[in-house]
């Protein structure tokens, strides 16, 4: 059985920064793991995905301002953001999936389409 949780949201001033961790357990949860977003009224939009080559991609959005790795020994999945703004505003989802090759990890990260996901965690940034 497959479980992913998110935590680490909040509120947070423009130009401050939050980790968010995504936990997983169960063996099988794929070898693409990613992260997305929703605001309220817009459309999913993919942040990063790691593939298990060692790969990432970033949406331009992001890059250079959030970063994403994995902890192995704790089974978790960490999204690093810096210098947030407002119109980052919105709940923040991990997923996971077994794919072929680091341009299908990043489409299922793009739309959010992944196999298994969390519950989201909001990210509020004023």
């Known amino acids: 059985h497959v479980q992913l949780v998110e935590s680490g949201g909040g509120s947070v001033q423009a130009g401050g920064s939050l980790t968010l961790a995504c936990e997983f357990s169960g063996s099988t949860y794929g070898n693409c793991m990613g992260w997305f977003r929703q605001a309220p009224g817009k459309e999913r939009e993919g942040l990063a995905a790691?593939?298990?080559?060692?790969?990432?991609k970033y949406a331009d959005s992001v890059k250079g301002r959030f970063l994403t790795d994995k902890d192995v020994a704790r089974n978790k999945l960490l999204l690093h953001m810096n210098n947030l703004q407002p119109e980052d505003t919105a709940m923040y989802y991990c997923?996971?999936?077994?794919?072929?090759?680091?341009?299908?990890?990043?489409?299922?990260?793009?739309?959010?389409?992944?196999?298994?996901r969390g519950q989201g965690t909001q990210v509020t940034v004023s």
């Open positions: 790691l593939y298990s080559d060692g790969s990432v």
């Open positions: 997923g996971a999936m077994a794919v072929y090759g680091t341009s299908a990890c990043w489409k299922k990260a793009a739309d959010g389409s992944f196999k298994y």
